[in-house]
């Protein structure tokens, strides 16, 4: 880990009106890892993830993704191609197959021929394990299923990062193990990932680093055996004997 | 009462119920009532030259609704985009435009069309481009139900969840890209009927343009009845045939609706 950071966030802060989001928050991912945000609800992780795709843009402070400055780019979309996003409501496109979802982007973004998206298509509904269901429309599959569809929509772009916003909480319990392999498979092929989630499990199998958020701030950043077995912070603590 | 019993008197009762509930009165009442009107129209030589008259005025009516329709379909989705826009130009233009339009009555702006646009028009290009007739009623109704159809596509816009458009810039489409791959087709499935029943309205509306003088469905009725008198056979067979058309039209829009709805 002694290359660049992909993800530089410097200082960043991020209000809605007087509701401060995200306060003076400073964080660098490094290519390969595996980036858990957790804490309390309303403590800003979606922001602060949200803020790294400019889906959300920032009032003050930088954030440099594979070197560009998202706030100064000319082009936010050709960092957008960079970064794969996966939400808590996997906003697949209803009216388009789980084929149609993965193609679109691969066609009008990355230029692709119909043949050669069908074909990165098919590979990437296989690789989450739902290859048979490519001619279902969202509405016809499960919770689990959708999520996977828009992991595999994600990661047909070939990005350099991945960002999963809560992916699994509205997911049935029997649905969340599926999506949740599908997750650590990525980790272990060294995709950079920055999670929001508060599945202790897969925090566990496969984070780098974990960093806590509350009330906007950046409490603590650590690993997973400190944080399972010493966290430093009192708040850290709080907030891990409500979750665990 | 055993299982099987009941399930025979449901099974037998059920359908029986629904099978009335599901006939479309309405559609029933209006065919009596069709066969009837069409009985009297076509054994009454009055009706039969009241008919033969007036249904000239029907090809002029159809084509201006069509022409209008088509254009306020394309110039309010133009305008029903500028009214979702961030650019504050492009959405005080249409905001201001949709408010004139909405606030003013379409027979006043189809006599504007009329006797004000299209003279200045005229003069203003030395008589190259005339307006009179068909283009100034198409550009009167056009420009008004442009209007109301951009308030509908908005209203369709924005009914789609924000995640969809999140989605589809996420992946690396532009804002335009996205609209078009992504929001705009479930939106535009969404107001497929208020849209339908705003080419109902129009069909009715044309009838405004016999105040410009075009010889469409109305203005051809009331020619035959100052010509003949006969106010009651005339009226009654201009009410007729919008009807006809209105019907058929509803029909269509139904048939549309229901294959999207499919789709």
Not at chain 1, 1 to 8: G, L, V
Not at chain 1, 125 to 140: N, R, T
Not at chain 2, 6 to 12: M, S, T, V
């Amino acid at each position: 880990m002694n290359s660049e950071p992909i993800i530089k966030i410097e200082n960043v802060y991020k209000s809605f009106g007087h509701v401060k989001a995200v306060v003076d928050v400073s964080l660098d991912v490094y290519p390969g890892e595996v980036v858990v945000i957790i804490g309390p609800s309303g403590g800003g992780k979606s922001t602060l993830l949200r803020c790294i795709n400019k889906l959300e843009t920032i009032d003050r402070g930088r954030i440099l993704v594979d070197g560009h400055s998202i706030t100064e780019t000319k082009n936010i979309n050709k960092v957008r191609e960079e970064i794969g996003m996966v939400f808590q409501l996997f906003n697949l496109f209803p009216h388009l197959t789980a084929l149609e979802n993965i193609v679109l982007a691969q066609r009008v973004v990355r230029k692709r021929s119909q043949k050669e998206a069908e074909e990165v298509a098919h590979d990437q509904l296989q690789k989450v394990g739902i290859g048979e269901k490519w001619d279902s429309h969202p509405s016809q599959l499960s919770g689990g299923q959708q999520q996977r569809v828009a992991i595999a929509r994600a990661l047909a772009m070939d990005p350099k990062i991945m960002l999963f916003d809560e992916p699994t909480s509205a997911l049935d319990p029997e649905m969340i193990k599926g999506v949740l392999d599908v997750m650590l498979d990525l980790a272990e092929e060294g995709m950079t990932m920055v999670v929001v989630s508060h599945e202790m499990g897969f925090v566990r199998a496969a984070a780098d680093r974990i960093a806590l958020l509350d009330k906007g701030s950046l409490v603590e950043v650590t690993t997973p055996e400190k944080l399972f077995s010493a966290p430093e912070e009192e708040r850290t603590k709080e907030f891990l004997s409500q979750i665990l | 009462m055993t299982t099987e019993a009941r399930q025979a008197r449901d099974g037998r009762l059920l359908p029986f119920d629904m099978r009335w509930e599901s006939v479309p009165w309405w559609a029933v009442i209006l065919a009596i009532v069709g066969i009837y009107v069409g009985w009297s129209v076509l054994t009454s030589e009055e009706y039969l030259d009241a008919l033969a008259f007036i249904i000239n005025g029907v090809r002029l009516t159809l084509q201006v609704t069509l022409i209008s329709y088509v254009i306020g379909l394309i110039l309010g989705l133009i305008l029903g985009l500028m009214r979702v826009s961030d650019n504050p130009v492009l959405y005080a233009a249409s905001t201001l435009y949709v408010e004139v339009m909405r606030g003013v009555p379409l027979l006043v702006i189809i006599l504007y069309m009329g006797f004000v646009v299209t003279p200045r028009v005229r003069e203003g290009t030395g008589g190259q481009v005339d307006l009179q007739g068909v283009p100034a009623a198409v550009l009167g109704l056009a420009s008004c139900y442009a209007a109301y159809m951009a308030e509908v596509y908005r209203g369709g816009i924005e009914s789609i969840e924000r995640g969809q458009m999140e989605a589809a810039r996420s992946l690396g489409m532009n804002y335009l890209e996205a609209m078009r791959h992504v929001v705009l087709p479930q939106a535009i499935r969404r107001v497929l009927p208020p849209l339908g029943n705003n080419l109902i309205s129009m069909l009715k509306d044309s009838s405004l343009i016999s105040v410009i003088a075009l010889e469409d469905l109305l203005q051809t009725g009331r020619l035959y009845v100052s010509r003949t008198y006969r106010a009651f056979e005339g009226f009654n067979s201009v009410a007729l045939l919008y009807l006809i058309m209105t019907l058929f039209l509803s029909l269509v829009v139904r048939i549309v609706e229901r294959k999207a709805a499919i789709e």
